[in-house]
T-cell receptor, first 110, second 119 residues
Framework: AQRVTQPEKLLSVFKGAPVELKCNYSYSGSPELFWYVQYSRQRLQLLLRHISRESIKGFTADLNKGETSFHLKKPFAQEEDSAMYYC????????????WGLGTSLAVNP | DTGVSQDPRHKITKRGQNVTFRCDPISEHNRLYWYRQTLGQGPEFLTY????????KSRLLSDRFSAERPKGSFSTLEIQRTEQGDSAMYLC?????????????????FGPGTRLTVL
């Protein structure tokens, strides 16, 4: 079964500290994975997609097929990074729907 | 703003009433998705369209739910005889498939959502 697991519901760090939001997936084929972010009272926004290999707002994520993980990392957290982060897996079937984790709420404290 | 838009942003209704939501996707996107999100959960897939054709409906979508995308542009989601369990955020997303999508092919872009409260 296709599944995305985000083990931490809440992650709290201090400004300037490194942050890692964990995402593990279960998928039989070659996965396509995304991170979306939702700031307070705003819509879901694409943060990054693994095939793009871009760094957005200082965040990076590396697909590790051996560990079936796609953890999101940032070396120095900023207060404006406080938001809800969702990891999502693209279904390879015709529908191309997204399969979502439960999300991790990141709080960056001053 | 050329992003995905949804209307209304909030809807409060009494149990048993019908409600209809609208989604306007990004204009060149051929796929349109509806998701539902409840508190503490990630979005859950409801249904999707490719152009005007509704190609899949989730088992979450009971017979009280119907969605249309009449001309392959905007879409509506109607809930008949609403129940308290229908209270949720209803999200719409659009994407482009095929070569026209370029490197962002199959990337879904979301609207602000419609928050439904059923009293």
């Amino acid at each position: 079964a296709q599944r995305v697991t985000q083990p931490e519901k809440l992650l709290s760090v201090f400004k300037g500290a490194p942050v890692e939001l964990k995402c593990n997936y279960s998928y039989s084929g070659s996965p396509e994975l995304f991170w979306y972010v939702q700031y307070s009272r705003q819509r879901l926004q694409l943060l990054l997609r693994h095939i793009s290999r871009e760094s957005i707002k200082g965040f990076t994520a590396d697909l590790n097929k051996g560990e079936t993980s796609f953890h999101l990392k940032k070396p120095f957290a900023q207060e404006e990074d406080s938001a809800m982060y969702y990891c999502a897996l693209l279904n390879a079937g015709n529908n191309r729907k997204l399969i979502w984790g439960l999300g991790t709420s990141l709080a960056v404290n001053p | 703003d050329t992003g995905v838009s949804q209307d209304p942003r909030h809807k409060i209704t009494k149990r048993g009433q019908n409600v209809t939501f609208r989604c306007d996707p990004i204009s060149e996107h051929n796929r349109l998705y509806w998701y539902r999100q409840t508190l503490g959960q990630g979005p859950e897939f409801l249904t999707y369209f490719q152009n005007e054709a509704q190609l899949e409906k989730s088992r979450l979508l009971s017979d009280r739910f119907s969605a249309e995308r009449p001309k392959g542009s905007f879409s509506t989601l109607e809930i008949q005889r609403t129940e308290q369990g229908d209270s949720a955020m209803y999200l719409c997303a659009s994407s482009s498939t095929g070569l026209a999508g370029g490197p962002l092919r199959d990337t879904q872009y979301f609207g602000p959502g419609t928050r439904l409260t059923v009293l």
